[in-house]
């Protein structure tokens, strides 16, 4: 039987970040069963909100970096890389892209039918209701950072669901140094 100190870095990764996708999605479920799919996705999102500041603290601080590093749109988006590989499995990882795009731009894109929120909240049949806490979550980590942005679009309702493809960018302002 394997110890802690005999699990490799990335199975305990692995293990971990399962374990929160799997709490967040039970979570989920249990609150909209009682209370309905809108005000869970208003709950999710005040939730998300709320641990913004913890996380993205803990995040820097593992990472040591500050704000201040983020000096441009290719600093922003590899903490963003960086982050998500702390604490998602590669399965979310590996099916989520970032990239720098001209003038301040962030694009992203998941893979069609991919977004684990998406297959998650499709599988418990109210994905028509359901409001993107996953986009949110990146959109707070940037509010968070003291980063202004523009979403392009502008997200609410799942976008998988609507569109057929979540994909879209961030413009990040040129007043707070960030291009």
């Known amino acids: 039987m394997k110890q802690l100190k005999d699990?490799?870095?990335?199975?305990?990764?692995?293990?971990?970040?399962?374990g929160w996708l799997t709490h967040d999605g039970m979570w989920f479920y249990t609150v909209n069963s009682h209370l309905g799919t809108e005000a869970t996705s208003r709950l999710n999102k005040q939730a998300i909100k709320a641990m913004a500041p913890f996380e993205v603290q803990r995040l820097l601080r593992i990472m040591e970096m500050s704000k201040e590093d983020l000096k441009d749109t290719e600093s922003v988006v590899q903490f963003m890389r960086n982050a998500m590989?702390?604490?998602?499995?590669?399965?979310v990882v590996?099916?989520?892209?970032l990239e720098v795009k001209p003038a301040g731009s962030i694009r992203y894109r998941w893979q069609k039918n991919e977004c684990f929120a998406y297959k998650g909240i499709s599988r418990i049949g109210v994905i028509s209701k359901y409001e993107?806490?996953?986009?949110?979550?990146?959109?707070?980590?940037?509010?968070?950072?003291?980063?202004q942005f523009k979403a392009n679009p502008e997200l609410i309702l799942c976008q998988m669901h609507e569109t057929g493809c979540c994909e879209g960018e961030y413009l990040l302002s040129l007043n707070n140094n960030v291009s």
């Open 7 to 18: 699990i490799s870095r990335d199975d305990l990764r692995e293990l971990l970040g399962k």
């Open 85 to 91: 590989s702390l604490i998602l499995p590669d399965s």
């Open 94 to 97: 590996t099916t989520f892209h």
């Open 132 to 147: 993107c806490g996953v986009m949110y979550r990146i959109e707070c980590w940037m509010r968070e950072l003291g980063l």
